[in-house]
């Protein structure tokens, strides 16, 4: 079964830096993988989702993240952090058939510090 | 782009009520939803897979019959939650997915339900 593990749940960085937040996916199929943002008490927003039409994949809000078949990995990058970017971030996984829902990873929760 | 909207984003409850929640596709159809819960400071956990005229699929270890799912339409799913206890406290969030799309485009989620019972 499809599954995805977020290491780190808590990321700080300061404003302008770097912000990488970490996601591994396990799959015996290739796998179609999202990133979501989470603002307090509201749902989810999707930042963008790897379908294998091209493993950069670039989304809203400046952030991009890289699959990586050798390492199953799908890190989250903003080269610059934002204050507004301070938010819980989710990485999921969907099977490659059937309308089915996604799995999500445990979490990252980023804070920005000015 | 497809929106979904969740209702009420918040209720306070007593003790041995029901609440009823509801998701709604305001500009898509979609025959399947996803009914997510969210404890604090944690992930969201798949409860349900609601299904327009058809029973809904229940996770393992979610109760049926507390956490009763209605998709009376394609573009409407309800979540009762019955005889509501404290530690049935939690943020719900509804998904759902067009049914036009591939089955690899992302779910649009509801803004969430805080459920407070006392």
């Known amino acids: 079964a499809q599954s995805v593990t977020q290491l780190g749940s808590h990321v700080s960085v300061s404003e302008g830096a770097l912000v990488l937040l970490r996601c591994n996916y396990s799959?015996?199929?290739?796998?179609?993988l999202f990133w979501y943002v989470q603002y307090p008490n509201q749902g989810l927003q999707l930042l963008l989702k790897?379908?294998?039409?091209?493993?950069l994949v670039k989304g809203i809000n400046g952030f991009e993240a890289e699959f990586k078949k050798s390492e199953t990995s799908f890190h989250l990058t903003k080269p610059s952090a934002h204050m507004s970017d301070a938010a819980e971030y989710f990485c999921?996984?969907?099977?490659?058939?059937?309308?089915?829902?996604?799995?999500f990873g445990k979490g990252t929760r980023l804070s920005v510090i000015a | 782009g497809a929106v979904v909207s969740q209702h009420p984003s918040w209720v306070i409850c007593k003790s041995g009520t029901s609440v009823k929640i509801e998701c709604r596709s305001l500009?898509?159809?979609?025959?399947?939803m996803f009914w997510y819960r969210q404890f604090p400071k944690q992930s969201l956990m798949l409860m349900a897979t609601?299904?327009?005229?058809?029973?809904?699929?229940?996770e393992q270890g979610v109760e049926k019959d507390k956490f009763l799912i209605n998709h009376a339409s394609l573009t409407l799913s309800t979540l009762t939650v019955t005889s509501a206890h404290p530690e049935d406290s939690s943020f719900y969030i509804c998904?759902?997915?067009?049914?036009?799309?591939?089955?690899?485009?992302?779910?649009?989620f509801g803004n969430g339900t805080r459920l407070t019972v006392t």
């Open positions: 799959s015996s199929v290739p796998p179609y």
């Open positions: 998904s759902a997915r067009e049914d036009r799309s591939s089955y690899n485009s992302p779910l649009h």
């Open positions: 500009d898509f159809q979609a025959t399947t």
């Open positions: 609601s299904n327009e005229g058809s029973k809904a699929t229940y």
């Open positions: 999921a996984v969907s099977r490659n058939s059937g309308n089915t829902p996604l799995v």
């Open positions: 790897y379908t294998s039409a091209a493993t």
